[in-house]
Antibody, heavy 117, light 110 residues
Framework: QVQLVQSGAEVKKPGASVKVSCKASGYTFTGYYMHWVRQAPGQGLEWMGRINPDSGGTNYAQKFQGRVTMTRDTSISTAYMELSSLRSDDTAVYYC??????????WGQGTLVTVSS | EIVLTQSPGTLSLSPGERATLSCRASQSVTGNYLAWYQQKPGQAPRLLIYGASSRATGIPNRFSGSGSGTDFTLTISRLEPEDFAVFYCQQYGSSPPEYTFGQGTKLEIK
């Protein structure tokens, strides 16, 4: 069965960076885009970007251009999302999700990133 | 960027009733690339509907999607207790690739 397992919660200071991992299993990792979506406390869903695990090509939402980097390691079927220059309004749950066509069919359990001084 | 507006913000209904949720786009959604998700507290979203009207794997047939262009609807024909949650619509646009979500509709027990 398809599973996406994310790394654990993080607490960071303003200005720092965070790197979240997402290990995929149960399907061919290189066959599907991996997306990252975040959700601030009590708020809605916000798409951050995607990576093609086969080519490594990325597309980022304009809001995060210059601050986000998505990478992957195909040898261990793992995708990564690194967000830099963290601010308090980056406090959110960050999800990885598998792209299926133009929607997201499987999701990780989420990683809470708290930015606080 | 296409903006998705969901209505109502909150819908209060009883089990057994019919729920109708709306998602309106600021521009026509290309290829009807419109999806619906359900999210319960503390959980990740779950895909319900893709391509505006196709049910995802394992989704009960009481969930249905319809619409095209700028107006889309999610209907739950007969509410079960486990259906109460927040629902989001989502669209895909190209050039550049972008995915946007509506602000959500909370379906609560009356």
């Amino acid at each position: 069965q398809v599973q996406l397992v994310q790394s654990g919660a993080e607490v960071k200071k303003p200005g720092a960076s965070v790197k979240v991992s997402c290990k995929a299993s149960g399907y061919t990792f290189t066959g599907y885009y991996m997306h990252w979506v975040r959700q601030a406390p009590g708020q809605g869903l916000e798409w951050m970007g995607r990576i093609n695990p086969d080519s490594g090509g990325t597309n980022y939402a304009q809001k995060f251009q210059g601050r986000v980097t998505m990478t992957r390691d195909t040898s261990i079927s793992t995708a990564y999302m690194e967000l830099s220059s963290l601010r308090s309004d980056d406090t959110a749950v960050y999800y990885c999700s598998r792209g299926s066509g133009w929607s997201f069919d499987y999701w990780g359990q989420g990683t809470l990133v708290t930015v606080s001084s | 960027e296409i903006v998705l507006t969901q209505s109502p913000g909150t819908l209060s209904l009883s089990p057994g009733e019919r729920a109708t949720l709306s998602c309106r786009a600021s521009q026509s959604v290309t290829g009807n690339y419109l999806a619906w998700y359900q999210q319960k507290p503390g959980q990740a979203p779950r895909l319900l509907i893709y391509g505006a009207s196709s049910r995802a794997t394992g989704i009960p047939n009481r969930f249905s999607g319809s619409g095209s262009g700028t107006d889309f609807t999610l209907t739950i024909s007969r509410l079960e207790p486990e259906d109460f949650a927040v629902f989001y619509c989502q669209q895909y646009g190209s050039s550049p690739p972008e995915y946007t979500f509506g602000q959500g509709t909370k379906l609560e027990i009356k």
